[in-house]
C-alpha cells in the first residue's frame, strides 16, 4: 500500500489504518521518505522503504497494489501479477486521465506526435495502466471512473471513501480544532484548501509567480481574522506546497500544507473555502459551510482541464465569490452570525450529497474486506 508523493495520506492510509486495526489482511506501507517509515514503524505497523531488500522483495510478491493515484506509489516496476485497487483522491469535477480533453496533460493520455507517443509511453507508463478495480460513492461516480480509468463498472466496488468512512468507525478522543480554538482563542476555524492549477506544471519553482499574493491581500485577510476571532488554516496541493512559504508568517493563519492530509479536521472546521477542488464533495457531509472562491475563474478554465459536462449544471453548495473584498464581507458576517448558509444553498447541499454519496451508508472497510477475504 502506498499513496502520493510518497505521503502516508488519503483512502490507502486509511485503509490501511483499519488493516493493522482488523488483521483482515497483513497489510505492509511503502513509501520513498524513510522519515514517514520510521514514525510508522515507531507506532508498531509494517511499513519499509521502497528501495530497501524487503521494499522491494514485498513489491515484487504482494497479491495486491493498493494505492491513491497510480502503482508507483507502491512500486511502478513490480506491480506485474498483482491486483491493483486504485482509491484514488478525489472525485470527479473536473476530467480526469483518459477524459481529460485540453489543457498540459492532454498529451500524456491522448498524444499526437511521434514525440509525444515516446515521453507518454516512457515518462507516464504507470498512468496508462489499468486497475482492476475501484470504489466509487454513487453511479455518478462510478461511470465517471470507468471511461476515465478504462475499467468496467463491474469492478467498480460501490461504498463509500475510506477516509471518510474511517472517523465513524474509528472516532477521535480529542478534536484538533477544539484544541486550535482554545490555543489561538478564537472561535471559528476556516480550512483554505484551493485547488492545484495544472498550468503550474510549466516553469520551475523559481520564476513561476504566487497566484495566491496577487489575489490575496494577507495582511489585510490576517487583520480580519484577527478582529473575527477566526483562525484560517492554509492547505494548498501537494503540487504547489511550497507557494505557502510566502504567507504562513501573518498572524491567525497557519500553514497545514505539509501535514499528511485534512480528514482528521473537516468533521470539526466550521468553513471551507475552496475554488475548484473536489474536496467540497467530501465536505458535503460535515456541517461545515463552504464558499467558492474563484479569483481567477477566466484564467483557470483556459489554462486548466476542463470540468465534466454534467458539472456546469450543478447546483451551488455555497456562495460563489470572485473578488476578495467580497471575501472579506463573507468573513465578517460569518464571524457575526456563524451559521450564514442560505436555504437554497442547504437544499442543494443535500441534492449534492445524495448525487456523490448515493451509497455512503455502505462501509467501505466492509466492502474492501470481503474482496480480500474472498479472494
Known amino acids: 500500500m502506498g499513496s502520493y508523493k510518497n505521503k502516508f495520506a488519503d483512502n490507502s492510509k486509511y485503509l490501511y489504518l483499519h488493516w493493522q486495526q482488523a488483521k483482515t489482511i497483513r497489510s505492509i506501507w511503502i513509501s520513498g521518505d524513510k522519515d514517514v517509515i520510521a514514525q510508522l514503524t515507531i507506532q508498531g505497523y509494517e511499513a519499509y522503504y521502497r528501495w530497501s531488500i524487503k521494499g522491494i522483495f514485498h513489491a515484487l ?23 491493483k485497487i486504485n482509491l484514488w483522491h478525489g472525485s ?3 476530467r480526469i486521465e483518459y477524459d481529460i480533453n485540453n489543457g498540459p496533460l492532454f498529451s500524456v493520455y491522448h498524444p499526437q506526435s511521434l514525440h509525444q507517443k515516446f515521453v507518454s509511453v516512457t515518462q507516464y507508463h504507470q498512468q496508462r495502466i489499468a486497475p482492476d478495480y475501484m ?4 453511479d455518478l461516480v462510478s461511470a465517471l471512473f470507468a471511461t476515465a480509468f478504462h475499467i468496467s463498472e463491474h469492478h467498480m466496488l460501490l461504498s463509500g471513501n475510506p477516509r471518510t468512512d474511517f472517523y465513524q468507525r474509528y472516532p477521535k478522543s480529542t478534536s484538533i480544532i477544539q484544541t486550535l480554538k482554545q490555543n489561538n482563542n478564537v472561535s471559528q476555524v476556516l480550512l483554505y484548501a484551493p485547488s492545484w492549477r495544472d498550468s503550474g506544471i510549466a516553469g520551475d519553482r523559481e520564476t513561476r509567480t504566487n497566484p495566491y499574493l496577487q489575489a490575496i491581500n494577507f495582511e489585510s485577510l490576517s487583520e480580519a481574522l484577527v478582529y473575527n476571532k477566526q483562525l484560517l488554516l492554509l492547505r494548498l496541493h501537494p503540487n504547489e506546497a511550497d507557494l505557502a512559504n510566502d504567507i504562513s508568517h501573518y498572524p491567525n493563519i497557519i500553514n497545514i500544507s505539509d501535514w499528511q492530509d485534512t480528514y482528521e479536521i473537516i468533521n470539526d472546521v466550521d468553513l471551507l473555502i475552496t475554488d475548484y477542488s473536489s474536496l467540497y464533495i467530501d465536505m458535503l457531509q460535515t456541517r461545515a459551510d463552504i464558499v467558492f472562491f474563484q479569483f481567477d475563474h477566466q484564467e483557470y478554465q483556459a489554462d486548466s482541464r476542463q470540468c465534466y459536462p454534467y458539472a456546469e449544471s450543478l447546483p451551488m453548495a455555497g456562495e460563489v465569490i470572485f473578488e476578495f473584498d467580497v471575501l472579506l464581507k463573507y468573513l465578517h458576517t460569518m464571524g457575526e452570525s456563524p451559521n450564514i448558509a442560505s436555504l437554497t444553498h442547504k437544499k442543494n447541499r443535500a441534492e449534492l450529497t445524495q448525487l456523490y454519496w448515493q451509497y455512503q451508508h455502505i462501509e467501505s472497510f466492509t466492502v474492501l474486506d470481503n474482496l480480500v477475504s474472498q479472494s
Open 135 to 138: 470504489i466509487a460513492p454513487s
Open 92 to 94: 470527479p469535477l473536473k
Open 61 to 83: 510478491t504482494a497479491k495486491y497494489y493498493v494505492y491513491n493515484s497510480y502503482i508507483g506509489d507502491v512500486n511502478q516496476y513490480f506491480a506485474n501479477g498483482a491486483v
